[in-house]
């Protein structure tokens, strides 16, 4: 006789039924998923206003069963800023990746950061330009192929790799900014809690919190979704620690 | 409410108050600084959203959120920065979302300088960002027309969820008049049916800039297109003085029009038959008006600070069916009321052709200037 079925596992509420567009072995879904699970958790599905970027996540607004924004290339901090200065009691996150965050978006993430705003932002670091087809990024490894550094990146010519985490760290207006990893189950959970206590950063008005998710791109790095994630084990965190690059003294004491 | 010694930069500022503005964002620039300045302590002692951006990138893109969020707000800038502006606008157009723009304009291209000019009619009317969007533009030629044009341009961008953008010299943003200000309005919650505020017990709303499939943006498109109809149809503004018998009609806008008739007065003291069609609203631009006026003028004269930009609509409008002479003052030079007067005079007195480029007379006329 067969046990009674139970359910273990099912869709956030906070999620669509859409299908989401991404690769096969890409992290995106895994990301989007975690942010949803954390907003029906909270339950702030119903006040929360998404910001969508330019690039793989653009279309982030299917998935999410929430209001939705999308904004030019890199300036989602400032259209966020825009939503929650005029709703301070609303939740408002960007979810961004590296071309726009750290490449054509560094002023808006900057001073957004700076300026204390109290949104969340979810940062999706997988060394490249996805969308347009896997161009060199600011976050792109030394000596790392691209379409656009065909030789391998190279640091003379091209620049050294930008550390988002370190660099937003160091600004008064943050109150939470962490990096973590997708590659296993265990960074997964351990990612889950930091979106968790980012959004708590936020609905406290602690300040400025920022999630930075170090990301596979299984096709345009030329790899299988197993060996990407092996290479971002490998490589991608020797170059990007994975830990807690601020948390406000604030944020220490809430209990999740 | 008796009339006040008003400053054109703070007056806007107070007038968009009073208009209910609930959100502003803005970034220095000459000569707008001071509706920057004047907001930095008027909204937030009034509880009201006030971040100076970090660029004007930055600017108009929190000016796009607080739009999606359907408030009444405004950015500020002057020519450069608007420049920096434009990719945000072709978003806020491609969103269909209302939100008002003011340009205090500067001698230009590039850095130029910052004395007052016109140079930025063809960014505003024509066209400045990316894609096919039409825009609202009004240009007042007074600190009483820009106060009283505040309030139009935010009830016009909420009626047709389309930008609604406000050009004016530096001058009328620099010099102090009397005017008189509205009274305060509330603040009007208006629950569009379309802002992205939170689902709060109702369906969840996207708002984007978006159509992948092309002819989804064909069908954005041509809805913009027949919006733009409905505006061209409803409000177009102008002001005439002198035109009833006027055979010399003097077409210009904001100062250079106000400069304009102080010389059509003089032309009329000496027996000349002219008259000024001032248009309030460039955009949309009074085609109608120039052309039932083509069937009594015997000449137009355009009058613009900059190289000739409204000239091309109202040749347009006039279809070579009369000649259409031009003198402007571009760089950030403003007329005097005497060479516009000789213009008139010189238009008065010559056997004009329709088959000249206008620009060719005005760059001979202008090659003293060197």
Same mark, same amino acid.
């Given at each position: ?127 490249? @330009?996805? #969308? ?7 976050? !792109?490894?030394? /000596? =790392?192929?691209?379409?656009? $550094? ?57 300040? @400025?919190? #920022? ?7 299984? !096709?345009?790095? /030329? =790899?299988?979704?197993?060996? $990407? ?28 | ?370």
């Amino acid at each position: 006789m067969a046990a009674p079925e139970s359910l273990v596992y099912e869709r956030p509420e906070s999620f669509t039924e859409t299908p989401t567009h991404y690769c096969p072995g890409c992290t995106h879904g895994v990301a989007h998923r975690l942010v949803a699970e954390v907003l029906e958790e909270m339950g702030v599905t119903n006040r929360t206003i998404g910001v969508a970027p330019v690039g793989c996540a653009v279309f982030a607004y299917n998935y999410f069963d929430t209001d939705f924004v999308e904004a030019p290339h890199g300036r989602a901090p400032a259209m966020a800023t825009g939503v929650k200065r005029v709703l301070p009691d609303r939740v408002v996150f960007t979810y961004q990746g590296d071309g726009d965050l750290a490449s054509i978006g560094m002023g808006e993430i900057v001073h957004a950061a700076a300026r204390g705003e109290n949104i969340t932002v979810i940062f999706i670091n997988n060394a490249n @330009f996805g #969308m347009t087809g896997g161009q060199m990024a600011p976050t !792109t490894l030394p /000596g =790392m192929k691209t379409t656009s $550094s065909p030789n391998g990146r190279d640091v003379e010519s091209q620049g050294y790799p930008i550390r988002m985490s370190e660099m937003i760290s160091t600004l008064d207006g943050v109150g939470y900014c962490v990096r973590r990893s997708l590659h296993d189950p265990k960074n997964i959970r351990l990612a889950k809690k930091a979106i968790r206590t980012a959004f708590e950063t936020q609905v406290r008005g602690l300040g @400025f919190s #920022m999630v930075e998710l170090l990301s596979t791109c299984p !096709t345009n790095w /030329g =790899m299988t979704p197993v060996n $990407s994630l092996k290479f971002v084990e490998e490589h991608m965190i020797p170059a990007y620690p994975l830990g807690d690059y601020k948390v406000s003294e604030a944020i220490k004491q809430v209990k999740i | 409410m008796a009339k006040e010694l008003w400053k054109g930069n703070e007056a806007i500022a107070e007038a968009a108050v009073r208009a209910g503005l609930q959100a502003y964002f803005g970034y220095p620039i000459t000569p707008q600084t001071e509706i920057l300045e004047y907001l930095s302590r008027r909204m937030p002692e009034l509880g009201r959203a006030f971040v100076q951006a970090e660029s004007e990138l930055g600017a108009i893109n929190m000016v796009y959120g607080a739009a999606c969020a359907g408030v009444r707000v405004m950015s500020t800038s002057s020519s450069p920065g608007v420049s920096l502006m434009m990719e945000g606008l072709s978003y806020i157009a491609g969103t269909e979302v209302p939100a008002v723009l003011v340009n205090v304009m500067r001698g230009g291209p590039g850095l130029g300088n910052i004395a007052p000019s016109q140079a930025d009619y063809n960014q505003a009317v024509h066209g400045g960002g990316h894609g096919d969007y039409p825009r609202i533009v009004l240009a007042p030629a007074s600190v009483q027309e820009a106060i009283d044009m505040m309030g139009l341009s935010f009830d016009l961008a909420e009626k047709y969820r389309m930008i609604s953008m406000m050009i004016l010299d530096g001058s009328v943003g620099q010099m102090m008049e009397p005017a008189e200000m509205p009274e305060m309005k509330p603040i009007v919650e208006r629950n569009w049916d379309w802002a992205t505020n939170g689902a709060l017990n109702r369906e969840r709303r996207i708002l984007s800039s978006i159509y992948i499939e092309p002819a989804a943006e064909e069908v954005a498109n041509l809805r913009l297109a027949n919006r733009w109809k409905e505006v061209q149809a409803n409000e177009v503004r102008y002001k005439e003085y002198f035109l009833d018998d006027a055979e010399i009609v003097v077409v210009g806008f904001g100062t250079a029009g106000r400069v304009s008739l102080s010389a059509v007065r003089a032309a009329r003291a000496q027996g000349i038959k002219v008259g000024l069609l001032r248009p309030i609203t460039v955009s949309p631009f009074p085609y109608e008006v120039i052309d039932q006026l083509t069937g009594q003028a015997k000449a137009f004269l355009v009058v613009e600070m900059n190289m000739g930009q409204m000239l091309s609509d109202v040749r347009l409008a006039v279809r070579g069916r009369v000649p259409v002479e031009f003198h402007g003052r571009p760089g950030g030079m403003v007329p005097f009321p005497d060479e516009i007067l000789h213009e008139v005079q010189r238009v008065n007195g010559a056997n004009l052709s329709v088959q000249t480029d206008p620009i060719d007379g005005w760059l001979a006329r202008m090659a003293e200037v060197k």
